[in-house]
């Protein structure tokens, strides 16, 4: 990790779904790995087809959602919706670009269902 990086909020991600649902150290492990990343307006966050093996989180911003056929809508930061990944189905369905100036983050799908599974083992 770069030493300029700077980690989400431990209460911002522990708002997130599922995430919410980790446990003492695991929680611990998922808040090393979760990186802030500014996107500028405009720009693509992710492509229809993409296969990155990420659960994306919008935490500040709007996004953009849209296909071949067009805008398929729009989502903020402030609404419920958010503290679900934005783009959690391989490969992605849609495009994403950022509709304002965002923050988001993009957490290893593997390493959160690793966490999540040891959670379940131990409890």
């Known amino acids: 990790m770069a030493a300029s990086a700077k980690l989400v909020d431990k209460q911002v991600l522990r708002a997130l779904i599922p995430a919410s649902a980790l446990n003492g150290d695991n ?3 998922l808040a090393r790995q979760a990186v802030r990343e500014e996107v500028a307006a405009g720009r693509l966050i992710f492509k229809k087809g993409d ?5 994306i989180y919008l935490l500040e911003g709007e996004v953009e959602f849209f296909n071949e ?14 503290k679900h ?5 391989q490969p992605m369905q849609y495009s994403a670009k950022a509709k304002s100036d965002c ?3 993009r957490i ?3 390493l959160l269902d690793i966490l999540l599974t ?3 083992l131990s409890g």
Request: net charge negative; charged share 30%; no cysteine.
């Open 69 to 82: 056929g067009g805008n398929q809508g729009t989502l903020k930061a402030s609404a419920t919706e958010a």
């Open 103 to 105: 923050v988001i983050t």
């Open 51 to 55: 296969d990155n093996r990420k659960h």
């Open 85 to 89: 990944p934005i783009a959690n189905t």
């Open 27 to 29: 929680f611990e492990e």
């Open 108 to 110: 290893d799908s593997d």
């Open 118 to 120: 040891w959670d379940q």
